[in-house]
């Protein structure tokens, strides 16, 4: 599916070069549940990494500790070599790493300007300066050659599902963010808004932005991912350049864990176990 | 890709219709009959803003006057505006807590603690402080059961309905002690300069020159906002109302002004001279200006919105949703102590019959809410409502009373009302949800 020189313009890929964002060795436990077991996970500029694993796997634990809503017990992240500790959202927004949760935390009431800018409204005089940030959110809409919406003042309500969904990215990528971690973004959209969101996300890497998108449909893993990370219970059994992965390996890494076959293309991730 | 760029055509095709039945048309319309047309077909799908609660109050204008003319009378009419101001500002009170998806059931009880507290601090034999002493005084008292309220629903996430419920009864028990044994406190020693002022609030004029001026004062100021903004709007691209809306929302506010200081300007005693307008009508008018600022300008106002339609949403998005729930508890408290300063100065003796009519009142308040078209699910809903389901719960009463209907057929109809704004209020969410879900 995916041609092997499409690695990107920004040349993550050149060897030796440091990952955007890099985790090593994360634990997380939640009492007794073991959720993670010495993760390893490299997400470059530029390119999107699918993260793949069944229910219950820890992709979501993953991302939350990504995202500041968990803190790992062990293990490390590295933002551009440098070691860093993301204790909250706000830590994370100031590193420029935007999730999108699957159910999108837009306000259904609330227009699209609105949401987009909520939590960061931009004043005027103490008062919220409404015509600039109408403005920015406009040229951020269009940026992302989102432009199915009616008017950028409907509210979300009004909004279908893929829509919806390609205004929560633009509110991500709004705030010049390097990370957008993807929660399930095409679930519950039908082909077209698919298409529309995956299309959305191949521009966030065009831009240069490292993205992680969480799926369960393999169909638009192999579609928009130039890598692929596989979590089995807690623990990374493979990653590495989507060419190395085909249908089969990839759910038979979901699955049991490893593959049939002795050697996978794919570098098996070294699990040292927790 | 084809059908991305079909879909885009269609959508492309479809906006020069400019018409669609789930977005206000005043965001879409380019022009007033595009605005017509969208605003017509959202009455007839069922989601028409404040249109039936106008319709409710022309009709029930023109019912009451047709079996009593004294009705449109201008002192009834006078008279009728100064009651409902109390319903208005207690449900404006409401409002800022229906909108976190919240009620509170304890503003009438704290219009009543207020009324019967700022009355006692004025006693010439009491505590005799002068009048603004003891207006600041009472509400911060006020602020402050709303701030114990606020702080035991946002941070242990109590049921608002059980703790302001809790918090009626407290305060109906520290309004009794306040009372104390006389169980009768009042503002009739009006040789007292601080009881004549607090008697003068409710029942203070201005002369009808004063009215008139300070009416094109604020035709002025307002127009010329409103006008400039939209102006400006339209010229850098921004979304913006036709100007023909502009101009009409202009003219309206002109022309309800001009009517409202016209007949307070009438006189209208029958022996003598009353005329003028109330002092009341700035103040509530006063209210309504810093609460819609609050709500619609400021962050605290856009992050009640959002708690309202989505807490996740809004905790996401870094919101501090214990701050600005108990700021709302506060704020309703604070405006529900106003309307007690006002029911003080409106009643001029107070007695313990104040508990019954609190209770009533706290109704009356979600109901005029409600039939101004706030939801109770949260999120929807401004304070203006207030002001016009105020004027409807006060049409009721006044045009049955003329009527010499007795007062328990009276509570029977306003029931009736809030109940069947209620179901308005349920039925358009479902229509609302419904049509979102078809969509996604």
């Known amino acids: ?274 | 890709m084809a059908p991305i760029e079909n879909d885009a055509a269609a959508e492309a095709a479809d906006l020069t219709a400019a018409v669609d039945v789930e977005i206000p048309p005043e965001i879409l319309a380019q022009t007033m009959g595009q605005y017509l047309r969208g605003w017509w077909l959202r009455v007839k799908s069922g989601d028409s803003g404040v249109l039936p609660v106008v319709v409710g109050i022309v009709g029930i204008g023109v019912a009451f006057q047709l079996l009593n003319h004294r009705f449109l009378e201008p002192l009834n009419l006078v008279n009728l505006l100064s009651q409902s101001t109390v319903y208005m500002v207690l449900a404006m009170a409401e409002i800022f807590v229906l909108l976190l998806g919240e009620i509170d059931l304890s503003v009438g009880l704290v219009m009543g603690l207020s009324a019967v507290l700022v009355c006692e601090l004025v006693q010439p034999g009491g505590v005799n402080w002068p009048w603004w002493a003891a207006i600041l005084v009472t509400l911060l008292l006020c602020a402050g059961v709303g701030a114990v309220q606020g702080t035991f629903v946002s941070r242990l996430r109590m049921p608002s309905l059980i703790v302001t419920l809790a918090f009626s009864l407290i305060v109906e028990g520290v309004t009794f002690i306040v009372l104390g044994n006389s169980l009768l406190v009042g503002l009739t020693e009006r040789r007292f300069s601080n009881e004549l002022a607090l008697y003068d609030v409710f029942n203070g004029r201005f002369s009808p020159l004063i009215g008139w001026i300070a009416l094109a004062v604020v035709v002025v100021v307002a127009g010329a906002w409103l006008w400039r903004r939209d102006t400006r709007r339209r010229r850098s691209g921004l979304v913006a109302p036709p100007a023909g809306l502009t101009a009409a929302k202009i003219l309206l506010i002109a022309a309800a002004g001009v009517v409202v200081v016209a007949v307070c300007n009438i006189n209208r005693a029958h022996v003598g001279v009353i005329e003028g307008v109330p002092y009341i009508i700035p103040i509530v008018l006063a209210v309504l200006g810093v609460s819609t600022l609050l709500l619609q300008r400021t962050r605290f106002g856009r992050y009640v919105y959002a708690i309202g339609g989505s807490p996740p949403a809004a905790r996401r998005a870094g919101v501090n949703l214990v701050a600005t729930r108990t700021v709302c508890f506060i704020l309703a408290a604070v405006i529900a102590g106003i309307a007690g300063i006002l029911f003080a100065s409106w009643q001029v003796s107070i007695s313990s019959n104040i508990i019954k009519t609190a209770n009533t009142y706290v109704l009356l308040a979600i109901a005029a809410a409600v039939i101004g078209g706030t939801s109770l699910s949260g999120g929807r809903g401004r304070t203006i409502h207030g002001i016009l389901g105020g004027l409807v719960i006060g049409m009721i009463y006044n045009g049955l009373y003329l009527l010499q209907v007795q007062s328990w057929w009276i509570d029977v109809a306003t029931g009736g009302v809030l109940l069947t704004a209620a179901v308005v209020d349920v039925v358009s969410r479902r229509g609302a949800t419904t049509g979102s879900m078809v969509r996604s």
């Open chain 1, 1 to 274: 599916m995916t041609e092997p020189g499409r690695t990107s313009h920004v040349g993550a890929m050149v060897s030796g070069m440091e990952p955007l964002l890099r985790l090593r060795g994360i634990d997380k436990h939640f009492g007794a549940v073991q959720a993670l077991y010495g993760v390893d996970l490299d997400l470059p500029a530029g390119q999107v990494t699918g993260l793949c694993g069944d229910n219950g796997a820890g992709k979501s634990v993953l991302t939350r500790c990504i995202a500041g809503v968990h803190q790992p017990d062990h293990g490390q992240i590295y933002f551009e070599g440098r070691p860093v500790h993301i204790r909250s959202a706000r830590d994370a927004a100031e590193l420029g790493i935007e999730t999108v949760y699957q159910d999108l935390a837009l306000a259904d009431n609330l227009d699209i300007v609105q949401n987009m800018f909520l939590g960061r409204e931009r004043l005027r005089r103490r008062l919220l300066d409404e015509d600039s940030m109408e403005r920015a959110a406009a040229e951020t809409l269009s940026g992302l050659r989102v432009t199915t919406v009616r008017s950028i003042r409907q509210p979300v309500a009004s909004l279908s599902g893929g829509q919806r969904q390609s205004v929560a990215v633009a509110k991500a990528v709004m705030w010049n963010s390097r990370v957008v971690l993807l929660d399930e973004p095409t679930a519950a959209l039908g082909v077209v808004q698919t298409r529309m969101v995956l299309d959305l996300v191949r521009r966030l890497r065009d831009r240069g932005l490292a993205v992680m998108v969480i799926s369960h449909n393999l169909n638009d893993i192999f579609e928009v991912a130039d890598r692929i990370a596989v979590l089995h219970l807690g623990r990374m059994v493979a990653q590495g350049p989507a060419s190395g992965f085909d249908r089969q390996s990839t759910v038979e890494y979901m699955t049991t864990g490893g593959t049939g076959r002795p050697e996978g293309r794919a570098v098996p991730a070294t699990g040292e176990a927790g």
